[in-house]
């Protein structure tokens, strides 16, 4: 197994609510994407972008209504235009396959192993809540690395806010998405989806002064 395959691990199961279509070229090799509905335990789901190779489903009928489990990875990309930089964030399939549509088991699972790359920010909602913001720089093949907006909760939120930049970290969670509106004038805005990786469980990797790793986990 490669490093690609230890540090980036994805699960989906739900329901493909968009069409298929067209999102780039590499080497003759076709990639589509598409929208999958994943079910979270309470009534509500998330809406998360997979991209698949075609050659990856020649076989297969996939369309809206399908139900899919997918196994991958959790890319992102920059997407330069006119209107400025954004982070594309995006399920890349290493396979997929048909589901019967009933009982997702495990719909939404991420494990990921990465450094801190912009120092951590802890808040408090005016709920009460305790919040800590991570972005995380997960490698791949190539020199490239992924960037990975996550937060942590309670007293996860709590530990992680005081970890630094460059701090080996590996998170277990689930991929979420959520609306938010954007003011583009004075007389419009727009909906736009923002993605992030809700953690569960953390293990920090702590160097010791032999140059051996100890960890410290908590849940």
């Known amino acids: 197994m490669d490093n690609i395959n230890v540090n980036n691990e ?7 609510v968009s069409s298929l279509s067209f999102s780039h070229e590499v080497y003759g090799e ?3 994407t ?3 509905k994943v079910p979270r335990l309470s009534d509500i789901s998330d ?19 399908s139900a899919v489990e ?3 990875q959790f890319r992102s990309y ?22 019967s549509g009933e009982n997702f088991k495990n719909p939404n699972y991420i494990y990921l192993n990465g450094f801190i790359c912009k120092a951590p920010v802890y808040r408090i909602t005016p709920f009460g809540r305790e919040i800590t913001d991570l972005l995380i720089a997960v490698n791949r093949a190539y ?4 960037y990975m907006p996550c937060i942590a909760w309670g007293r996860n939120a709590r530990f992680s806010g005081n970890l630094s930049v460059g701090d080996n970290i590996k998170i277990w969670g689930r991929i979420q998405s959520r609306e938010y509106q954007k003011k583009i004038s004075e007389e419009e805005t727009v ?23 100890s960890n410290t986990e908590i849940s």
Request: charged share 25%; aromatic share 8%.
């Open 10 to 16: 994805v699960h989906l199961a739900g329901t493909i």
């Open 30 to 32: 076709r990639f589509l």
């Open 34 to 36: 598409f929208c999958l």
């Open 47 to 65: 809406y998360i972008n997979v991209t698949v190779s075609e050659r990856l489903i020649k076989t297969m009928n996939l369309e809206v209504g």
């Open 70 to 72: 997918v196994d991958g």
């Open 78 to 99: 920059n997407n330069y235009s006119s209107t400025g930089n954004r982070l594309i964030l995006t399920v890349f399939a290493r396979d997929i396959a048909m589901h």
């Open 143 to 146: 020199n490239k690395s992924d």
């Open 191 to 213: 909906t736009k989806t923002a993605f992030e990786i809700s953690i569960s469980k953390m293990e920090v990797m702590q160097k010791e002064e032999s140059g051996e790793q």
